[in-house]
């Protein structure tokens, strides 16, 4: 499945932003989805993660009551709000997929992998 994230930009703090990754070449409900970031000069971290039909979330205690992962498979896309902005969310952010039976936060557990979209919050 080839993923395309985008809705990333500066915000000041306190804002917020709306990311989608739109999914094709695959059946997308197929999919458990995940987001996943990386700021400069850190490891790559999980953020929040969906199951396929939606039923379950999951998230990075970071930006838990912050964050909220959707999907609509209909549009073959996930979602990522981002509500409350902090500085510390500024990263590159990235949206992935994995076919395992259970939502995951382990990077290495997903196959696939968009192309990233830059989150910049301003103090």
């Known amino acids: 499945v080839q993923l395309q994230a985008s809705g990333g930009g500066l915000v000041q703090a306190g804002g917020s932003l709306r990311l989608s990754c739109a999914a094709s070449?695959?059946?997308?409900?197929?999919?458990?989805m995940g987001w996943f970031r990386q700021a400069p000069g850190k490891e790559r971290e999980f953020v929040a993660a969906?199951?396929?039909?939606?039923?379950?979330?999951y998230y990075a205690d970071s930006v838990k009551g912050r964050f909220e992962i959707s999907r609509d498979n209909a549009k073959n896309t996930v979602y990522l709000q981002m509500n409350s902005l902090k500085p510390e969310d500024t990263a590159v952010y990235y949206c992935?997929?994995?076919?395992?039976?259970?939502?995951?936060?382990?990077?290495?557990?997903?196959?696939?992998w968009g192309q990233g979209t830059q989150v910049t919050v301003s103090s």
């Open positions: 992935a997929a994995h076919s395992l039976g259970t939502v995951v936060a382990r990077e290495s557990l997903y196959h696939y």
């Open positions: 070449g695959r059946t997308f409900s197929n999919y458990n």
């Open positions: 969906i199951s396929r039909g939606g039923g379950t979330t």
